[in-house]
């Protein structure tokens, strides 16, 4: 009698073999991995690699005391002529334009080590802003802490903004 099928290719077999142990693994690692052995094995290995970690110490973390308290030491808004607005502003010095789009901030009380500005949404359309410590390589008079620069397309174009620093 003729057979109707051929053998079965290396490949199939072998892909046979493949899917009978995972069919299998995953039955027996469901038989043998309980919700409770889970949880010893997990509290274990947090033991052993962070002994010191506890849900008792993590209430700390919403007073963020070991960040200086994650607030910016001072901030500002800043109109595209460079008037700061005081009831926007806090612990800023002066501010000067200066090369069209330069803003120069001095006369801070503490030295900044971080700064984040914003477009102000109402002054500018589809302008970039650039920051950074220092006088901008010579765009900002001697004694300058921090700039910003307003472009627009690559051009210093000026606009208002909002700027924090971190001490």
């Not at 038989?31 to 033991?47: A, E, F, G």
């Not at 700390?60 to 460079?82: I, M």
């Not at 359309?125 to 802490?145: H, I, K, M, Q």
């Amino acid at each position: 009698m003729k057979r109707l099928f051929g053998r079965p290719s290396p490949a199939a077999v072998i892909a046979m073999v493949a899917l009978l142990a995972a069919l299998s693994g995953s039955a027996v690692g469901a038989t043998v991995l309980t919700k409770k052995k889970v949880k010893k094995i997990s509290n274990n290995q947090i033991t052993k690699r962070a002994p010191s970690l506890s849900v008792a110490s993590a209430k700390t973390a919403d007073s963020a005391t070991t960040a200086d308290n994650a607030q910016p030491t001072a901030f500002a808004q800043v109109s595209a002529a460079g008037t700061l607005n005081p009831g926007n502003s806090k612990n800023v010095g002066s501010v000067t334009l200066s090369h069209t789009s330069f803003y120069c901030f001095k006369g801070l009380s503490f030295t900044p080590r971080g700064i984040q500005a914003n477009l102000d949404f109402n002054d500018a359309s589809n302008g970039t802003v650039r920051v950074g410590l220092g006088d901008a390589n010579g765009f900002c008079p001697a004694g300058t802490e921090a700039f910003v620069n307003t472009l627009q397309g690559g051009t210093s174009t000026p606009y208002g903004f909002f700027v924090l620093f971190y001490g």
